[in-house]
């Protein structure tokens, strides 16, 4: 979605070339094919992880950092394996995310006009208010120390997995005019009757 909005920016007339059906499908199978290439590499060295006795997952559900913890040998090779496929699949993409939004702000600090530099701000707004709530989250659940809190790992893990996709569809819908002329007169309405019950 970074990409698509620096071609929608940076390069507006070139975005039907640019952002093409192909290079979407590429953008995605990349994606896809990360994912499932980390869990095809931790998920086995983290089941062969030796645990002691009867133990329970002190968790909402099976996170590798708490599944690890659990170990009651050596565990710092599949830390070390876990915090490089954090930083090639978390800081890497944030990185290219960052780049861009870099180069957006660049070539939107040159619009001369308020209601273009406004238009832009805007399109790229909701993007990257989930990338900050998503990332902030789970780069600091899957980089954090070994020591860190259970309860501080439960939190993230609730933040990340529920709260931000819950919120998903309402940080991009808000961007919408019908949505934005709907809440206002929601809200209108509820404070109209707010008032009515005072008086």
């Not at 998903?168 to 961007?175: H, K, Q, W």
């Amino acid at each position: 979605m970074s990409y698509d909005r620096y071609v929608a920016v940076c390069r507006p007339l070139h975005y039907t070339v640019g952002m093409h059906s192909h290079l979407c499908l590429q953008l995605v199978a990349v994606a896809w094919c990360c994912g499932f290439l980390n869990s095809f590499v931790m998920c086995p060295q983290t089941m062969h992880l030796s645990r002691c006795g009867r133990r329970e997952v002190d968790h909402f559900l099976c996170e590798m950092p708490a599944l690890i913890a659990m170990s009651c040998e050596d565990t710092m090779l599949v830390e070390a394996l876990a915090f490089v496929l954090g930083v090639a699949l978390l800081l890497v993409p944030l990185s290219l995310i960052l780049i861009s939004y870099g180069m957006i702000t660049v070539a939107v600090l040159r619009i001369k006009s308020a209601a273009g530099r406004k238009k832009a701000f805007n399109t790229c707004s909701s993007h990257l208010t989930v990338v900050i709530l998503f990332y902030g989250t789970i780069i600091y659940m899957y980089l954090q120390p070994a020591n860190t809190s259970q309860d501080q790992g439960k939190f993230l893990t609730l933040f990340y997995c529920l709260v931000t996709p819950t919120l998903n569809p309402f940080i991009y819908t808000l961007r919408n005019k019908d949505v934005k002329w709907a809440m206002r007169k929601v809200l209108g309405k509820d404070r109209s009757l707010l008032d009515a019950g005072r008086h």
